[in-house]
Protein backbone atom coordinates (compact mmCIF):
# COMPACT_ATOMS: atom_id res chain seq x y z
CA UNK A 1 0.00 0.00 0.00
CA UNK A 2 1.91 3.15 -1.30
CA UNK A 3 1.30 5.87 1.54
CA UNK A 4 2.50 8.76 -0.62
CA UNK A 5 1.89 8.47 -4.49
CA UNK A 6 3.28 10.85 -6.88
CA UNK A 7 1.06 9.74 -9.97
CA UNK A 8 3.20 11.67 -12.57
CA UNK A 9 6.02 10.03 -13.14
CA UNK A 10 7.10 12.70 -15.43
CA UNK A 11 7.13 16.11 -16.48
CA UNK A 12 8.52 18.58 -18.88
CA UNK A 13 8.03 22.37 -18.62
CA UNK A 14 9.93 25.22 -20.38
CA UNK A 15 12.49 27.42 -18.94
CA UNK A 16 10.70 30.76 -17.35
CA UNK A 17 7.36 28.55 -16.56
CA UNK A 18 5.95 27.34 -13.36
CA UNK A 19 6.93 23.63 -12.32
CA UNK A 20 3.80 22.15 -10.58
CA UNK A 21 4.55 18.75 -8.85
CA UNK A 22 2.16 16.86 -7.18
CA UNK A 23 1.89 14.38 -4.30
CA UNK A 24 -0.95 12.70 -2.30
CA UNK A 25 -1.07 10.85 1.24
CA UNK A 26 -3.71 8.62 2.73
CA UNK A 27 -2.09 8.51 6.08
CA UNK A 28 -3.56 11.23 8.37
CA UNK A 29 -1.20 10.84 10.67
CA UNK A 30 1.49 12.24 8.22
CA UNK A 31 2.20 15.74 10.01
CA UNK A 32 5.36 16.71 8.28
CA UNK A 33 6.02 16.53 4.69
CA UNK A 34 9.31 17.19 2.92
CA UNK A 35 10.40 17.43 -0.97
CA UNK A 36 14.07 16.32 -1.76
CA UNK A 37 15.81 16.79 -5.25
CA UNK A 38 17.85 14.04 -7.02
CA UNK A 39 20.64 14.50 -9.63
CA UNK A 40 21.65 11.44 -11.72
CA UNK A 41 24.31 9.65 -9.67
CA UNK A 42 23.74 11.89 -6.59
CA UNK A 43 21.76 11.64 -3.20
CA UNK A 44 18.76 12.86 -3.05
CA UNK A 45 19.16 16.27 -1.45
CA UNK A 46 16.65 18.48 0.96
CA UNK A 47 14.61 21.00 -0.43
CA UNK A 48 11.66 22.37 1.31
CA UNK A 49 9.60 21.20 3.99
CA UNK A 50 6.15 22.39 5.40
CA UNK A 51 4.38 21.23 9.13
CA UNK A 52 1.02 20.43 9.26
CA UNK A 53 -0.18 23.56 10.93
CA UNK A 54 0.94 25.50 7.61
CA UNK A 55 -0.21 25.50 4.20
CA UNK A 56 2.08 27.22 2.45
CA UNK A 57 6.00 27.57 2.44
CA UNK A 58 8.15 29.63 0.54
CA UNK A 59 11.99 29.75 0.07
CA UNK A 60 12.82 31.55 -3.02
CA UNK A 61 11.90 29.82 -6.23
CA UNK A 62 10.43 27.49 -4.29
CA UNK A 63 7.15 26.84 -2.63
CA UNK A 64 5.08 23.85 -1.00
CA UNK A 65 0.88 24.26 -0.43
CA UNK A 66 -0.32 21.79 1.81
CA UNK A 67 -4.20 20.78 1.54
CA UNK A 68 -5.22 18.46 5.01
CA UNK A 69 -8.26 18.32 4.00
CA UNK A 70 -7.32 16.70 0.30
CA UNK A 71 -4.38 14.80 1.81
CA UNK A 72 -2.34 16.63 -1.33
CA UNK A 73 0.55 18.64 -1.38
CA UNK A 74 2.61 20.27 -4.42
CA UNK A 75 5.79 21.61 -5.06
CA UNK A 76 5.70 24.92 -7.15
CA UNK A 77 8.99 26.11 -8.73
CA UNK A 78 8.98 29.67 -10.07
CA UNK A 79 10.28 30.50 -12.68
CA UNK A 80 11.91 26.99 -13.68
CA UNK A 81 15.54 26.79 -14.85
CA UNK A 82 17.64 23.95 -17.09
CA UNK A 83 19.28 23.75 -13.27
CA UNK A 84 15.66 22.21 -11.91
CA UNK A 85 15.80 19.45 -14.08
CA UNK A 86 15.93 16.62 -11.31
CA UNK A 87 13.79 13.15 -9.71
CA UNK A 88 11.87 15.23 -7.16
CA UNK A 89 10.50 13.08 -3.88
CA UNK A 90 7.96 13.99 -1.89
CA UNK A 91 8.00 12.26 1.66
CA UNK A 92 6.02 12.40 4.93
CA UNK A 93 6.61 11.06 8.38
CA UNK A 94 4.34 11.24 11.61
CA UNK A 95 6.42 13.22 14.16
CA UNK A 96 4.36 11.29 17.07
CA UNK A 97 5.76 8.04 17.67
CA UNK A 98 9.08 8.69 15.91
CA UNK A 99 7.90 7.63 12.74
CA UNK A 100 10.09 6.79 9.98
CA UNK A 101 9.96 8.93 6.44
CA UNK A 102 8.25 7.32 3.99
CA UNK A 103 8.80 8.83 0.39
CA UNK A 104 6.81 9.18 -3.04
CA UNK A 105 7.94 7.13 -5.82
CA UNK A 106 9.38 10.35 -7.38
CA UNK A 107 8.31 12.81 -10.64
CA UNK A 108 11.27 13.28 -13.18
CA UNK A 109 11.30 16.95 -14.19
CA UNK A 110 12.54 18.31 -17.13
CA UNK A 111 12.76 21.95 -17.87
CA UNK A 112 13.97 22.72 -21.37
CA UNK A 113 15.45 26.19 -22.43
CA UNK B 1 35.45 14.21 3.97
CA UNK B 2 32.75 16.28 4.83
CA UNK B 3 29.33 14.93 4.93
CA UNK B 4 28.37 10.84 4.05
CA UNK B 5 30.60 8.60 1.90
CA UNK B 6 29.44 5.36 0.84
CA UNK B 7 31.76 2.34 -0.82
CA UNK B 8 32.15 0.72 -3.17
CA UNK B 9 30.42 3.24 -5.74
CA UNK B 10 29.25 0.26 -7.64
CA UNK B 11 29.07 -3.83 -7.75
CA UNK B 12 28.48 -6.37 -9.80
CA UNK B 13 28.06 -9.95 -7.46
CA UNK B 14 27.47 -13.28 -8.44
CA UNK B 15 23.98 -14.55 -6.42
CA UNK B 16 24.68 -15.84 -3.35
CA UNK B 17 27.89 -14.27 -2.71
CA UNK B 18 28.17 -12.23 0.56
CA UNK B 19 28.44 -8.30 0.45
CA UNK B 20 28.83 -5.43 2.87
CA UNK B 21 28.28 -2.22 1.73
CA UNK B 22 29.87 1.06 3.55
CA UNK B 23 28.90 3.75 5.10
CA UNK B 24 30.64 6.74 6.63
CA UNK B 25 29.61 10.12 7.89
CA UNK B 26 31.30 13.23 9.92
CA UNK B 27 28.12 14.66 11.02
CA UNK B 28 27.92 13.66 14.33
CA UNK B 29 24.54 12.27 13.29
CA UNK B 30 22.66 10.07 15.66
CA UNK B 31 20.34 8.72 13.13
CA UNK B 32 21.43 6.68 10.37
CA UNK B 33 19.18 4.94 7.15
CA UNK B 34 19.91 2.47 4.71
CA UNK B 35 17.08 2.76 1.54
CA UNK B 36 16.78 1.30 -1.60
CA UNK B 37 16.05 2.79 -4.72
CA UNK B 38 13.70 1.06 -7.77
CA UNK B 39 12.26 2.54 -10.48
CA UNK B 40 8.62 2.78 -9.97
CA UNK B 41 8.81 2.30 -6.13
CA UNK B 42 10.84 5.49 -5.38
CA UNK B 43 12.90 5.20 -2.09
CA UNK B 44 12.29 2.70 0.47
CA UNK B 45 13.70 2.30 3.78
CA UNK B 46 15.54 -1.37 4.75
CA UNK B 47 16.78 -0.39 8.15
CA UNK B 48 17.55 2.07 10.32
CA UNK B 49 19.11 3.09 13.58
CA UNK B 50 18.66 6.19 15.97
CA UNK B 51 21.87 6.15 18.17
CA UNK B 52 25.20 3.65 18.44
CA UNK B 53 24.30 0.28 19.68
CA UNK B 54 20.61 -0.14 18.35
CA UNK B 55 18.92 -0.65 14.92
CA UNK B 56 15.73 -0.99 13.47
CA UNK B 57 13.59 -2.98 10.80
CA UNK B 58 12.40 -0.48 8.10
CA UNK B 59 10.00 -1.34 5.30
CA UNK B 60 11.96 -4.38 3.25
CA UNK B 61 14.68 -5.62 5.50
CA UNK B 62 14.37 -9.29 4.55
CA UNK B 63 17.93 -10.35 3.11
CA UNK B 64 19.58 -7.16 4.73
CA UNK B 65 21.49 -7.14 8.38
CA UNK B 66 23.17 -3.79 9.51
CA UNK B 67 25.25 -2.98 12.47
CA UNK B 68 25.96 0.17 13.94
CA UNK B 69 29.19 -0.03 16.63
CA UNK B 70 29.73 3.64 16.56
CA UNK B 71 28.08 6.73 15.76
CA UNK B 72 30.08 7.46 12.06
CA UNK B 73 29.69 4.12 10.33
CA UNK B 74 26.82 1.84 9.25
CA UNK B 75 27.17 -0.98 6.88
CA UNK B 76 24.43 -3.13 5.47
CA UNK B 77 25.56 -6.51 4.27
CA UNK B 78 23.58 -8.76 2.57
CA UNK B 79 24.07 -12.50 3.53
CA UNK B 80 23.64 -14.30 -0.07
CA UNK B 81 22.44 -11.57 -2.60
CA UNK B 82 19.87 -12.78 -4.53
CA UNK B 83 18.81 -10.78 -8.35
CA UNK B 84 15.88 -9.15 -6.36
CA UNK B 85 18.38 -7.42 -4.89
CA UNK B 86 20.18 -5.63 -7.77
CA UNK B 87 19.14 -1.73 -6.54
CA UNK B 88 20.58 1.50 -5.90
CA UNK B 89 21.24 2.22 -2.33
CA UNK B 90 21.54 5.11 -0.37
CA UNK B 91 22.51 6.13 3.12
CA UNK B 92 21.11 8.75 4.74
CA UNK B 93 22.15 10.30 8.40
CA UNK B 94 19.93 13.03 10.56
CA UNK B 95 20.20 14.51 13.30
CA UNK B 96 17.77 13.59 16.10
CA UNK B 97 18.10 16.43 18.83
CA UNK B 98 14.53 18.37 19.78
CA UNK B 99 16.16 21.26 18.00
CA UNK B 100 16.77 19.76 14.70
CA UNK B 101 14.06 18.42 11.93
CA UNK B 102 14.95 15.22 12.02
CA UNK B 103 12.94 14.53 8.70
CA UNK B 104 16.17 16.66 7.28
CA UNK B 105 18.04 13.86 5.93
CA UNK B 106 21.62 13.53 4.29
CA UNK B 107 22.21 11.27 1.74
CA UNK B 108 25.27 9.28 0.37
CA UNK B 109 26.10 9.35 -3.44
CA UNK B 110 24.55 5.66 -3.69
CA UNK B 111 25.81 2.41 -4.26
CA UNK B 112 24.84 1.01 -7.41
CA UNK B 113 24.48 -2.80 -7.53
CA UNK B 114 23.50 -6.04 -9.55
CA UNK B 115 23.38 -9.36 -8.93
CA UNK B 116 23.83 -11.57 -11.64
Known amino acids: DQQVKQNSPSLSVQEGRISILNCDYTNSMFDYFLWYKKYPAEGPTFLIS?????DKNEDGRFTVFLNKSAKHLSLHIVPSQPGDSAVYFCAASARAGFQKLVFGTGTRLLVSP | IAGITQAPTSQILAAGRRMTLRCTQD?????MYWYRQDLGLGLRLIHY???????GKGEVPDGYSVSRANTDDFPLTLASAVPSQTSVYFC???????????????FGPGTRLLVL
Open chain 2, 49 to 55: SNTAGTT
Open chain 2, 92 to 106: ASSDLEPSSPRETQY
Open chain 1, 50 to 54: ISSIK
Open chain 2, 27 to 31: MRHNA
